[in-house]
T-cell receptor, first 108, second 117 residues
Framework: GQQVMQIPQYQHVQEGEDFTTYCNSS?????IQWYKQRPGGHPVFLIQ?????EVKKQKRLTFQFGEAKKNSSLHITATQTTDVGTYFC????????FGTGTRLKVLA | DTGVSQNPRHKITKRGQNVTFRCDPI?????LYWYRQTLGQGPEFLTY????????KSRLLSDRFSAERPKGSFSTLEIQRTEQGDSAMYLC???????????????FGPGTRLTVT
């Protein structure tokens, strides 16, 4: 069945440093969604990418969808302590398979 | 608060007992999803509904699990003869779906944490 992997599993950065998480699917995706889950919370939708090669920005966050629609990335510029949490990608059409997540810790 | 509510928030049960969880989605959302999440893992897809129709159920899901969405509104997830391995956070999410256009972002509820002793 479809698998969605994310790397790295954990990332500790100093506040102000950049952060990137990568998402790879075993199959071509019709679209990909990104979610953030704070410790003790539930996943919160960040963005959806649909088109091959699509790039979207939200303030300090940049999302990319690969040309082959099998991979995606999330880049955070100049991390802040409020960025702490686990970032999940989720690929699918009508049902979504979530990735393994990247847990981000920001050291002040 | 996303507008998706789940009850109960916590459930402790003994092995072998049956449990039922409820999810109330955002009223205009026609899609409803159930996921299971264990510590350090991503949400694992269990099943999803489009209105009242259950369109897919994970092949990994035991026959002890059943879900319903009568009248296309709230949904229930029942686990029969619970096992210790069922201990997890059970998340419900809702979204718009076809024929509505736009993004089909999922709004998650706070989850029901199940502990099987």
């Amino acid at each position: 069945g479809q698998q969605v992997m994310q790397i790295p599993q954990y990332q500790h950065v100093q506040e102000g440093e950049d952060f990137t998480t990568y998402c790879n699917s075993s199959t071509t995706l019709s679209n990909i969604q990104w979610y953030k889950q704070r410790p003790g919370g539930h996943p919160v939708f960040l963005i959806q990418l649909v088109k091959s090669g699509e790039v979207k920005k939200q303030k300090r966050l940049t999302f990319q969808f690969g040309e082959a629609k099998k991979n995606s990335s999330l880049h955070i510029t100049a991390t802040q302590t409020t960025d702490v949490g686990t970032y999940f990608c989720a690929g699918g059409t009508y049902k979504y398979i979530f990735g393994t997540g990247t847990r981000l810790k920001v050291l002040a | 608060d996303t507008g998706v509510s789940q009850n109960p928030r916590h459930k402790i049960t003994k092995r072998g007992q049956n449990v039922t969880f409820r999810c109330d989605p955002i009223s205009e959302h026609n899609r409803l999803y159930w996921y299971r999440q264990t510590l350090g893992q991503g949400p694992e897809f269990l099943t999803y509904f489009q209105n009242e129709a259950q369109l897919e159920k994970s092949r990994l899901l035991s026959d002890r699990f059943s879900a319903e969405r009568p009248k296309g509104s709230f949904s229930t997830l029942e686990i029969q003869r619970t096992e210790q391995g069922d201990s997890a956070m059970y998340l419900c999410a809702s979204s718009l779906g076809p024929p509505a256009g736009g993004l089909y972002e999922q709004y998650f509820g706070p989850g029901t944490r199940l502990t099987v002793t």
